[in-house]
């Protein structure tokens, strides 16, 4: 079964799964590097499970790295980037570094011979992404992305197992929601700035876009709309802690999705994070973290066919097979886990959606009208 975890801050969210090794031991080896963002232990956990061996890590900040190693006693401390780069004998590079980091970080990992897997958001700019989308043509290297809210979200795991099957027949619109909790006193300098984490629907979005393009199978989009807000954080002005997008894909899908850091304080997880697929035959809706005001537990997947109302509470029973996968492109040269082109599309929609967003003023600020006579 999978272990509890701790949902109250997603930064620090780190599912952990049933150990289901796809390779011998020893046979594929990864490092970390960049420990900016919690998401990297929910990414070596993922690698971990399915047969990867941790070997080394790497960050700036001891800090950091003496709680890595809490979690991870067995990983060496290497001295510098290229101590980690250089070593022969490793397949992988994992990293959530500062977002705008990662890009130019994965670039040097594919020169050096190794695959790379960043956290979301991998890129800030449609520069690094032209960089990135050239060095893996160039180095025939795999740039993967953890897009966790799917990949590592067993209700998400079912859904699209449900969709492969035909449960709801030709899906029609995916409506994805977002919200986040803040908790402010916890974010370093590089949350508040967006040259550093990309804005909202770069960081956020693209969460969102990745599930629609997967549970749609489309094969390219169009952006229809874009806004970005900033409401209620005022003390960093370049801050956005709203955004919604729409989408059009080239199979005459619709996508609709809102990301947000209002999350209340009374909330059992750190969002209540929703996914509404509606198609042909039928609907799903997930409810990822929790089942709000009625179960603690997340991973509830619900489903309205021609036969009837159907729950599922999958916690602990589908897995995350994304992970094996990865590993086994990465030692056969496959593209299996995900293909490198949705992995691109999916983050050059949102930087796109993110340059293009209509910025909406906070009308409460506005003068208010004096009242008529």
Not at 19 to 47: K, Q, S, T, W, Y
Not at 151 to 171: D, S
Request: hydrophobic share 40%.
């Amino acid at each position: 079964m999978t272990a509890t975890v701790q949902k109250s801050d997603g930064m620090t969210y780190a599912p952990q799964g049933r150990a289901r090794p796809v390779c011998r031991p020893g046979e594929f080896r990864f490092a970390a590097i960049g420990l900016d963002h919690g998401h990297i232990n929910g990414m070596c956990n993922g690698l971990i499970e399915a047969g990867g061996q941790l070997v080394w890590v790497h960050d700036t900040a001891p800090a950091r790295i003496e709680a890595f190693r809490r979690t991870y006693p067995g990983v060496k401390v290497a001295r510098t980037e290229t101590e980690v780069l250089e070593d022969p004998g490793l397949n992988l590079v994992a990293s959530a570094s500062i977002p705008c980091q990662r890009g130019p970080l994965g670039l040097r990992v594919m020169d050096h011979g190794k695959d790379y897997f960043a956290d979301k958001p991998p890129l800030t700019t449609l520069d690094q992404l032209h960089d990135a989308r050239r060095k893996v043509e160039e180095t025939k290297r795999i740039f993967a992305v953890y897009y966790s809210e799917r990949l590592h979200v067993e209700a998400a795991v079912r859904a699209g197992q449900l969709i492969q099957a035909g449960a709801v027949g030709r899906v029609l619109q995916v409506v994805g929601l977002g919200p986040h909790r803040l908790n402010p006193e916890a974010r370093p300098a590089w949350f508040w700035d967006p040259r550093q984490y990309g804005g909202i629907l770069t960081d956020l979005g693209c969460h969102q876009i990745e599930q629609f393009l997967a549970f749609t199978g489309a094969g390219a989009a169009t952006l229809l709309h874009s806004k970005v807000a900033n409401y209620a954080n005022r003390d960093h002005p370049e801050f956005e802690d709203f955004g919604d997008v729409t989408l059009l894909a080239d199979n005459g899908a619709t996508h609709y999705c809102r990301v947000d850091w209002f999350t209340p304080a009374g909330l059992g997880a750190w969002g209540d994070g929703r996914t509404i697929i509606l198609g042909t035959q039928g609907t799903i809706e997930l409810r990822k973290y929790l089942d709000l005001a009625r179960d603690p537990e997340g991973d509830q997947v619900y489903l309205v066919d021609h036969r009837g109302e159907h729950r599922e509470s999958v916690h602990g029973r589908v897995g995350f097979p994304f992970f094996g996968a990865l590993i086994l492109d990465s030692l056969r040269r496959t593209e299996l886990a995900m293909p490198q082109r949705h992995t691109f599309l999916a983050m050059e929609l949102a930087l796109q959606a993110q340059a293009q967003a209509l910025p909406v003023r906070d009308f409460t600020t506005a003068a208010t009208p004096s009242p008529q006579p």
